[in-house]
């Protein structure tokens, strides 16, 4: 080695080891959000303004929000606002609406207003708790097969692959059927066939986030795996997890309604939307007693099309290409 270049050398590392350079690299280790050219990795407040004023130009989708809102406050305070109790046997059988009963009186005597009140905290408590479940699973098996990569993740994929090969309805009726149908087995069901969804969907976003700079420099910093993965990988992989969340949550509702319909679901005397529309299996209810599935039927559909509309606006307001 030549004499300029011995004491090349040298300088840069007496400059690697200098102080300057152990201060920059504390303040690197210290910060939470590891940014390259000055540009800051993690979502800002100004970034949480900008998609915000996007969502708020989607003018169904802000619509849609309150309705869910509402919606949410009703499922909290049911008790409170119902105007009788959902599982009081009156002796006016399939009533037709009156003052006292304002959406008429089911098969049993039971008040329609009430009953449909109720089943919307039974809807909500589905479709909020199977998208919690499988979205939380899902998410840190994609993270972590991306992340590892190699044999571990072709088994994950292969699985994954596995359970979304199944019939998902026929399983789901199968496993209900011999476990035996009740709120708590419908959640964990769902949650069960829903996942892979949402794990090859993290798995992609990872396997681009991984090669950029700021989580090369991350590694070469020593940090440690689930430090990036819940502090640099996950909080840039968030915007089609909240999307693919929201349309989740319509979804469970829908199937959870479809085997209550099929008497696979919530069972009688909880109330249920679904279980609700089984009484309109009989042509005569279909004609002749309206408010005995209308109001369910309606109130299924408002619920969907709310939560679809949010799905929507989160999609286009996270699009990057905004």
């Known amino acids: 080695m030549r004499a300029s270049e011995l004491e090349l050398h040298h300088t840069t590392v007496a ?80 009533a037709a609406p009156s003052a006292d009963h304002w959406l008429g009186t089911d098969q049993v005597g039971r008040d329609v207003l009430s009953r449909l009140i109720a089943a919307s905290r039974v809807s909500l408590i589905v479709g909020f708790s199977t998208v919690g479940l499988y979205v939380a699973f899902g998410t840190l098996v994609g993270l972590i097969s991306a992340y590892v990569g190699g044999w571990l993740d072709m088994i994950v994929m292969r699985v994954t692959d596995m359970f979304m090969a199944f019939p998902f309805l026929m399983v ?89 319909f099929l008497g696979m679901g919530v069972q009688p005397p909880t109330a249920s939307w679904g279980n609700m529309l089984s009484d309109a299996q009989s042509l005569t209810v279909l004609t002749d007693q309206p408010w005995l599935w209308v109001p369910a039927g309606t109130m299924l559909l408002i619920t969907v099309l709310a939560i679809n509309f949010v799905g929507d606006g989160l999609r286009d307001a996270l699009d990057p290409k905004s």
């Open 172 to 260: 789901i009726l199968v496993v209900v059927s011999a476990i035996g149908a009740s709120l708590t087995t419908i959640i964990m069901v769902l949650a069960l066939f829903s996942w892979p969804a949402v794990a090859r969907l993290v798995r992609s976003s990872v396997l681009s986030l991984k090669q950029l700079d700021y989580i090369k420099a991350g590694r070469a910093l020593g940090y440690s795996a689930p430090r990036i993965w819940f502090r640099h990988l996950l909080p840039n992989a968030m915007g089609p997890i909240i999307v693919n969340a929201t349309f989740g949550i319509a979804s469970a509702i829908m199937s959870e309604a479809g085997l209550s």
């Open 15 to 94: 400059e690697a080891n200098s102080p300057s350079a152990a201060g920059l690299r504390q303040r690197l280790d210290a910060d939470d959000s590891i940014s390259g050219n000055d540009i800051e990795i993690h979502p800002s407040a100004g970034y949480l303004r900008q998609v915000a004023g996007r969502f708020s130009k989607h003018r169904l989708a802000v619509i849609g929000l309150l309705v869910t809102l509402l919606l949410i406050v009703c499922g909290i305070f049911a008790p409170l606002l119902t105007p009788h109790s959902p599982y009081a046997v009156t002796a006016a059988f399939s």
